[in-house]
C-alpha cells in the first residue's frame, strides 16, 4: 500500500468515528499537553486503534488523537507526538499531518520544547518561531513524489504564516504575555547539544533548537496548509560555563509554561475560524 493510500484508509476510519471534521490541527510538544483540557471532546481516538498510526514512546507524550472544539474552532489535536530519534522513519513522523490535511484542516499549529541560544531568552519564554533552518539527517520528502499530496520543489520562503505571527503577538499583548520571536532549529537529538553546537547553532542563525517540528512543517507546507507554530525555552545553551541538561527539567519548564501557550493558542485558534 503506498502513502496515498494510507492516508485514505486512515482518513475513512477516522471520518467513521467523528461528526464534525477538523479545520485546525494543533500539535504539542513535550510537557506542554495541558491545551487539550481546554477542548470540549467529540472523541479521542488513542493511537493504538488508529490504522497506520505509529505508537508514541516518550514520557510526558499522551499518544492520543483529539477531536472537538475549542470555542467555535473544531480541531483536531495531537497529544504526543512522533519523534525521528526514536527510531520512526520520517514518513511515520509527518504521516499525522498527511491524515489532518485529508481530513480537512487548513491550518496546522505546532509547539516544542526547545534550549535557547540568544543571550535576550529566559527559561520559561515563549518563541514565535519567524523561520527554521533544518538540519535532520533525512528529508521527510525524500522519495518519489505524488502529486496528489503536494509539488515535487515546494517553496519554503515564507513556511511560517506572517499574519498567524502578528495576530499572535497581538493576542499575546492583551494577555499580558510576554513573547519572543526567532528561528527554530531541527535535529535529530536526543543527545542535548554540546557547548560548541549550541555555539555554532547561534552562529548560523539559530535562536532556538529542538528535536521536532521542522518535518512537520515540511510536511504541512508541501500539503498548502497554514503554519504556525511556538516554542517553550525550557534550557539555555549559551553560557560561560557548562550547564547539565535532563529531560526532567525540559519537562518542567514546559509545564511552568504551558498555561500561557495554551493561553495564545485557544485565542489563536478561535481567532482563524471567525
Ligand atoms: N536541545 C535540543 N532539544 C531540546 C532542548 C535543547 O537544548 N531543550 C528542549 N529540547
Known amino acids: 500500500m503506498n502513502l496515498f493510500e494510507k492516508i485514505e484508509e486512515t482518513s475513512a476510519y477516522i471520518r467513521g468515528q467523528i461528526k464534525e471534521t477538523p479545520t485546525v490541527g494543533i500539535i ?9 483540557n481546554l477542548i470540549e471532546k467529540e472523541a479521542t481516538l488513542h493511537y493504538s ?40 522513519s520520517m514518513e511515520a513522523v509527518t504521516f499525522p499531518v498527511r491524515v489532518m490535511k485529508a481530513l480537512g484542516v487548513e491550518t496546522l499549529v505546532l509547539s516544542n520544547a526547545a534550549g535557547g541560544m540568544n543571550r535576550g531568552f529566559g527559561i520559561g519564554d515563549l518563541m514565535l ?14 522519495g518519489p ?38 528561528v527554530y532549529i531541527g535535529l535529530q537529538g536526543p543527545t542535548f547539544e554540546t557547548p560548541a553546537e549550541y ?25 498548502g496548509m497554514r503554519v504556525f507554530a511556538m516554542s517553550v525555552i525550557t534550557d ?25 501557550m495554551a493561553a495564545i493558542v485557544a485565542e489563536l485558534v478561535q481567532k482563524i475560524s471567525a
Open 145 to 182: 513524489n505524488d502529486e496528489r499530496l503536494g509539488t515535487r520543489f515546494p517553496d519554503m520562503s515564507q513556511p511560517y504564516d506572517l499574519e498567524l505571527i502578528a495576530m499572535a503577538k497581538d493576542i499575546a499583548g492583551n494577555l499580558s504575555i510576554p513573547v519572543q520571536s526567532g
Open 129 to 142: 518561531i519567524t523561520d527554521h533552518i533544518n538540519l535532520f539527517p533525512e528529508h521527510p520528502l525524500r
Open 49 to 88: 486503534d488508529i490504522p497506520h498510526f505509529p505508537v508514541s514512546t516518550v514520557k510526558g507524550h499522551g499518544g492520543e488523537l483529539i477531536f472537538g472544539r475549542i470555542g467555535n474552532c473544531r480541531v483536531a489535536l495531537m497529544s504526543g507526538r512522533f519523534h525521528y530519534y526514536e527510531g520512526y
Open 236 to 260: 539555555i545553551g549559551i553560557s560561560d560555563t557548562p550547564v547539565t541538561i535532563t529531560h526532567e527539567e525540559v519537562l518542567e519548564a514546559a509545564n511552568a509554561a504551558a498555561p500561557k
Open 28 to 36: 504539542l510538544g513535550s510537557g506542554l499537553s495541558g491545551l487539550a
Open 199 to 223: 555555539r555554532w547553532l547561534h552562529v548560523i542563525g539559530g535562536d532556538a533548537v529542538g528535536m521536532s517540528t521542522v518535518p512537520e512543517v515540511i510536511v504541512a507546507r508541501h500539503g
